[in-house]
């Protein structure tokens, strides 16, 4: 029998083997969800945004703390340390959603900022992803313990 647990990293004390989520298939993310991709720990990656039905960049135009911000709060996490700009996570593939995304820092979600969207998924090229590194303890672990 195979149990499913969903719980912060600094609570397991118990053999079990774990991944963490950084990467949902399109078929269980909702739209406007956003993930990060490209970094060395969950903590940080380029930013991805599920718009139409398909993962797409975001543009680092105007692309700052407070944006990063709301991308990490999305994600579970207190807040943003660094938003970092031009593809240093590497270049994503596929639509790039946002040319420009303007948040307070409040928003609960990336789709809440002021953006300037682009429809047909070409609003810069992915030389210019932005990136988040979030700082935080509240990273959730997907787990299967095998009891």
Avoid at 19 to 47: F, H, I, K, M, Q
Avoid at 56 to 62: L, P
Wanted: with cysteine; hydrophobic share 35%.
């Amino acid at each position: 029998m195979y149990l499913e647990l969903k719980v912060k990293y600094w609570q397991i004390n118990f053999y079990c083997l774990y991944s963490y989520v950084d990467v949902l298939p399109n078929d269980t993310a909702v739209e406007g969800s956003v993930r990060l991709v490209g970094g060395t720990t969950p903590l940080e990656g380029r930013v991805e945004v599920i718009l139409l039905g398909h993962w797409g960049t975001v543009c680092d135009r105007n692309w700052d703390l407070a944006d990063a911000t709301v991308v990490c709060r999305q994600l579970g996490y207190p807040r943003a340390v660094e938003a970092p700009r031009s593809d240093i996570f590497g270049a994503g593939s596929g639509p790039s959603w946002y040319s420009s995304v303007r948040c307070a820092g409040t928003e609960g979600n990336l789709t809440e900022c002021h953006n300037f969207d682009s429809t047909s998924g070409s609003a810069c090229p992915h030389s210019r992803d932005a990136g988040v590194v979030c700082s935080g303890q509240s990273q959730s672990l997907y787990m299967v313990c095998k009891l």
